[in-house]
């Protein structure tokens, strides 16, 4: 079992930036892929981007390419979405979960592909 807990959303002006965090407990951590997610209201829940068990390796959604960026700190068992120049449509519950499975552009934007999943956590962009 995998504990996941997000943090760090809120409400921001378009434009600005937030930075969630997303604390692991558990089983060993540095053995999952992580990736983010994220679900508006009335939408599907949709990918957002992912990263590699050791950080080598990240992909994106194309709708947040070049304004978010994901990283991990494996020795604090934490992986982090940094959100830059947010958009009024970033507006969502955003979801950190964790992947046992191949890290391969063809399958890690797949929620179905990931183990365990947090309760998510509230970001909530104003134009």
């Known amino acids: 079992q995998v504990q996941l807990v997000e943090s760090g959303g809120g409400l921001v002006q378009a434009g600005g930036s937030l930075r969630l965090s997303c604390a692991a407990s558990?089983?060993?951590?540095?053995?999952?892929?992580m990736g983010w997610f994220r679900q508006a209201p009335g939408k599907e829940r949709e990918f957002v981007g992912a990263i590699s068990s050791r950080g080598s390796s990240t992909y994106y959604a194309d709708s947040v390419k070049g304004r978010f960026t994901i990283s991990r700190d494996n020795a604090q068992n934490t992986v982090f979405l940094q959100m830059n120049n947010l958009k009024p449509e970033d507006t969502a519950v955003y979801y950190c979960a964790a992947c046992s499975g191949i890290f391969h552009s063809d399958y890690i934007f797949k929620a179905a592909e990931y183990d365990y999943w947090g309760q998510g956590t509230q970001v909530t962009v104003s134009s």
């Open positions: 558990g089983r060993t951590f540095s053995g999952y892929a």
